[in-house]
């Protein structure tokens, strides 16, 4: 069965970090990558970075380049998402969502296959 479950959210001042995770299960093959999105309250949901079952990576969103970081350990069948240098405008609940792969480039929720329920952070200035 195709499911994802993320977790590891919570409330952090700025300037902090949270690893986020999520945990895949039926999907084994190359053929979806494995994408983190965002939603904050009254907004889009908008894709961060995403990663490949060989372990590359999309370009990240403009808005997390260089303090976001996605990685993934296939033997655990777990994908991360590490924030750092967090911002209140990272504030917003955080999905992983699997994406077939062509598409996977976009960072586009309407790709997606199936969704996590979702892992809120919560960054205060």
């Known amino acids: 069965q195709e499911q994802l479950m993320e977790s590891g959210g919570g409330s952090v001042q700025a300037g902090g970090s949270l690893r986020l995770s999520c945990a895949v299960s039926?999907?084994?093959?190359?053929?979806?990558?494995m994408g983190w999105f965002r939603q904050a309250p009254g907004k889009e949901r908008e894709g961060v970075v995403a990663i490949y079952a060989d372990g590359s990576s999309t370009v990240p969103a403009d808005s997390v380049k260089g303090r976001f970081t996605v990685s993934r350990d296939n033997a655990k069948n777990t994908v991360y998402l590490q924030m750092n240098s967090l911002k209140p405008e990272d504030s917003a609940m955080y999905y992983c969502?699997?994406?077939?792969?062509?598409?996977?480039?976009?960072?586009?929720?309407?790709?997606?296959?199936?969704w996590g329920q979702g892992t809120q952070v919560t960054v205060s200035s």
């Open positions: 969502g699997a994406t077939w792969a062509p598409s996977c480039w976009e960072l586009s929720a309407r790709y997606v296959k199936t």
């Open positions: 039926g999907y084994t093959d190359s053929r979806y990558c």
